[in-house]
C-alpha cells in the first residue's frame, strides 16, 4: 500500500513546509516506506482564479486573498484524488513539526474511519469538529472528496468554509479521531508526537514580522465591530493595524524549529541563500540568523 505524508503550503509559508519535510524523515522509525509531497498553491490555479471574489465564511461574507498567510487550506482536500482515491496519506499545514514517528500514525489501525484528526475543542457544542491541520486518511473510501468543487460551492454561498474545515459536512460514521498529541497545539512535551504551531501570531520564525493573515471571524454577533472591522481594512488595508508577531511563550518551541532549521542548512535541504531570501520577502524573521547562532543542536536540547 503507498504511504504518501501531504504538506500543503503557499510562498509565505514554504521555509516552514521544508523544515517540516525534513523533521517528518529525522524522527521516523522507516523513512523509506512513505514519501513526502509539497501541495503549494501555485500548482492548483483555481485558487488563484478567485482572488477577490466574496465566499461563505463563518455566516458572513469574506474576500478571498492569495497573499493571506493560510490561502493553503483548500488544499488540505486534495490528497485523495491526488492519490487515485487509493492508498493512505497524512495532510498537514506547513506549520506541523515532528517530534514522534509519522510511522505510527500512518501504520495505526484506523478502526473503520476514512479520515481521523483530533477534536478541534472541548468547548460544549463542538465536540463533532475536526482540526483537519493534521488528517490521516484511507483515500480509498474518500472518492466522493473534489477539492476544487467543494471549493467553488463556498463562493455559491452553498458551503461555509467554517463548516468544510472542521468536517461538518462528512458523514460522522466516517470520521475518528486522533489522540491530541498527534497535533499537539503548541504545546512540547515527551508525549508529542506532532507539534503544531497554530497560534499564527506567535509562530517561532515569523517574530517581528508585521502580520499578514486575516483575523478569525470574532464579530459574528457584534455588528459594531465587524463594521469596525471592515473599515479599518477598507482605510489601512486587509493587514493595516492588525500589529507583529509575538515571541512564542514557550522557549523550547523556538529552539525546536530552529534546530531543525539548523540541520536542513547543515545537510543542504535548505540554503543560506534561500533563508535570505525569505528573510528580504518578510516571510521569516529578520533576526533568524542570530536566533540560529544561539540555539543548541537538537540532541543537546533533549539532554
Not at 468547548?123 to 480509498?140: E, H, N, P
Not at 466522493?144 to 455559491?156: P, V
Amino acid at each position: 500500500m503507498e504511504k504518501v505524508v501531504f504538506i500543503h503550503t503557499n510562498e509565505r509559508q514554504w521555509l516552514g513546509a521544508l523544515v517540516a519535510a525534513h523533521s517528518f524523515r529525522r524522527n521516523a522509525s522507516d523513512p523509506d516506506s512513505f514519501d513526502i509531497r509539497f501541495i503549494h498553491t501555485r500548482d492548483h490555479p483555481w485558487l488563484a482564479a478567485r482572488e477577490g471574489q466574496e465566499f461563505l465564511r463563518g455566516g458572513t461574507t469574506r474576500v478571498w486573498r492569495m497573499d493571506d498567510l493560510q490561502s493553503f487550506t483548500p488544499l488540505r482536500f486534495t490528497p485523495p484524488q491526488l492519490m487515485n482515491y487509493s492508498g493512505r496519506a497524512v495532510v498537514t499545514d506547513p506549520d506541523v513539526f515532528a517530534a514522534g514517528d509519522i510511522c505510527e500514525l500512518l501504520d495505526r489501525d484506523m478502526g473503520g474511519a476514512a479520515v481521523m484528526g483530533r477534536h478541534r475543542s472541548g468547548k460544549d457544542g463542538k465536540a463533532y469538529q475536526v482540526a483537519t491541520s493534521v488528517m490521516l486518511m484511507d483515500c480509498a473510501r474518500l472518492s466522493h472528496w473534489d477539492a476544487e468543487a467543494q471549493f467553488g460551492e463556498l463562493f455559491a454561498f452553498e458551503k461555509d468554509y467554517k463548516e468544510w474545515m472542521v468536517l461538518a459536512y462528512e458523514d460522522p460514521a466516517n470520521i475518528g479521531y486522533l489522540e491530541e498529541r498527534w497535533n499537539d497545539f503548541d504545546h512540547l512535551d515527551a508525549d508529542t508526537r506532532l507539534l503544531h504551531n497554530t497560534k499564527r501570531r506567535t509562530q517561532p520564525w515569523k517574530t517581528g514580522l508585521p502580520v499578514d493573515y486575516t483575523p478569525a471571524d470574532k464579530f459574528k454577533d457584534k455588528p459594531l465591530l465587524a463594521s469596525l472591522n471592515r473599515l479599518r481594512a477598507k482605510m489601512f488595508g486587509e493587514y493595516g493595524l492588525l500589529g507583529h508577531y509575538h515571541p512564542h511563550p514557550d522557549p523550547a518551541q523556538e529552539q525546536f524549529f530552529f534546530g531543525l532549521l539548523r540541520e536542513c542548512l547543515d545537510s543542504g535541504q535548505v540554503s543560506e541563500e534561500l533563508v535570505r531570501e525569505e528573510i528580504s520577502r518578510n516571510h521569516v524573521r529578520h533576526d533568524a540568523f542570530e536566533v540560529l547562532a544561539r540555539t543548541p543542536p537538537l540532541e543537546a536540547q533533549a539532554a
